[in-house]
């Protein structure tokens, strides 16, 4: 997460088309069940602890511990078996072995669009932290490797640089940089990420409202606009999203989402 301010335009929030409402309300009958959460549905929360406190950082960020907990609570209400790594257990090796089977991901460190030496190419990516303030990168093309086309359902990329438009990381989970609601459902997958630089004070506020929405029932679409209208202490702040709109977030293959409106 650098730390200056790039101007940005705001973003409007995306309305599905009315038809696409239609099609959920009434496709979908009968009461929600609850979602258990299942080890069927591995998850993975990383937070890269070092880079954002000393000797790495001049000060002590309280943010990304807290946004680890969220992210976290988050997953598991959602019917994920989530476990978080922070410090030294968040690797690059870490991250390469679990997304095999991660079925949700979410991970804060500091990202870009870094120069990926065996190809002369760049792809987006984001630091581990293995304990030290010299982190290697976990690059899209090793992630994409690794899953084999395997699609992932909800991914929140917390770091600089993850939702621009020439992100290579969603498709390395998966999903593709498309805005479907129904008919034009995009299956049951999100990603979220972040526009330019960002500060962690203004990813803790959306997060936290993108968080509280989906354990409330609220769908991912919702739950993003709702997050959206947080008070941001940087205008520059932006985010993105890529996914089904009209979707409850939830671990598996299908779930209803009688509440996404």
Not at 55 to 60: D, I, K, R, S, Y
Not at 86 to 97: N, P, S, V, Y
Not at 122 to 128: I, L, V
Not at 132 to 143: D, G, K, L, R, Y
Request: hydrophobic fraction near 40%.
């Amino acid at each position: 997460m650098n730390r200056r301010i790039h101007r940005l335009r705001p973003r409007r929030p995306w309305v599905p088309p009315l038809i696409g409402i239609v099609a959920v309300l009434l496709g979908l009958v009968g009461p929600f069940p609850p979602q258990p959460v299942l080890a069927a549905y591995q998850a993975t929360a990383d937070s890269n602890m070092s880079a954002f406190n000393p000797p790495c950082l001049g000060w002590n960020d309280p943010h990304p511990a807290r946004m680890l907990t969220l992210a976290v609570n988050g997953m598991a209400a959602l019917g994920y078996s989530v476990t978080g790594y922070k410090g030294a257990a968040f690797t690059r090796a870490h991250t390469l072995a679990r997304t095999v089977n991660d079925w949700s991901y979410y991970v804060h460190s500091h990202g870009d669009y870094y120069w990926y030496a065996p190809e002369a190419r760049r792809y987006s990516g984001f630091r581990e932290d293995a304990g030290t303030c010299a982190q290697n990168v976990v690059f899209s093309n090793e992630i994409a490797a690794k899953r084999a086309g395997r699609a992932t359902n909800l991914v929140v990329i917390s770091t600089c640089f993850n939702g621009n438009a020439n992100t290579t990381m969603p498709a390395a989970v998966g999903i593709a940089k498309t805005k479907a609601g129904l008919p034009a459902w995009n299956g049951p997958k999100f990603y979220v990420g972040y526009l330019g630089e960002a500060y962690d004070n203004d990813e803790e506020t959306f997060e936290t409202a993108f968080w509280n929405a989906l354990t409330r029932g609220k769908g991912v679409g919702v739950a993003f606009d709702a997050a959206m209208l947080g008070g941001f202490t940087h205008a520059s702040f932006g985010a993105d999203w890529w996914g089904s709109y009209l979707w409850s977030g939830r671990a598996g293959p299908y779930s209803p989402c009688l509440k996404c409106l």
